[in-house]
């Protein structure tokens, strides 16, 4: 019964931005353990932006750092992704991922439990 959808996806211009939304349902944006990743054909699922812990603690991969940027809006059981001044390397099926205990690093594909189905994002 736990569900993860992704939305907000499409087709932007370089330099252009985008929200992507993840509606949660018989999952909590409380959890102490999120993530967007993101995955190309021919490429490994990379993970782009975690939520660890209480803290909060917000980690971002280095390709993505300073242009994207995670939130969460715990009242509408949503977490986000703001991204900005987009590239062409950008493009990209984005995914939402959350963990269960034990948490592990929250940081790799075998770390979540839950993943919505995708949402696909063009930069041209």
């Known amino acids: 019964q736990v569900q993860l959808v992704e939305s907000g996806g499409g087709s932007v211009q370089a330099g252009g931005s985008l929200r992507l939304s993840c509606a949660l349902s018989?999952?909590?944006?409380?959890?102490?353990?999120m993530a967007w990743f993101r995955q190309v054909p021919g490429k490994e699922r990379e993970v782009i932006a975690t939520?660890?812990?209480?803290?909060?603690?917000?980690y971002y991969s280095d390709s993505v750092k300073g242009r994207f940027t995670m939130s969460r809006d715990n009242a509408k059981n949503a977490v986000y992704l703001e991204m900005t001044s987009l590239q062409t390397d950008d493009t990209a099926t984005y995914y939402c991922?959350?963990?269960?205990?034990?948490?592990?690093?929250?940081?790799?594909?075998?770390?979540?439990?839950?993943w919505g189905l995708g949402t696909q994002v063009t930069v041209s």
């Open positions: 991922a959350g963990a269960v205990p034990p948490w592990g690093a929250c940081s790799k594909v075998a770390d979540f439990t839950y």
């Open positions: 939520w660890y812990s209480g803290g909060p603690i917000t």
């Open positions: 018989g999952y909590t944006s409380r959890a102490k353990c």
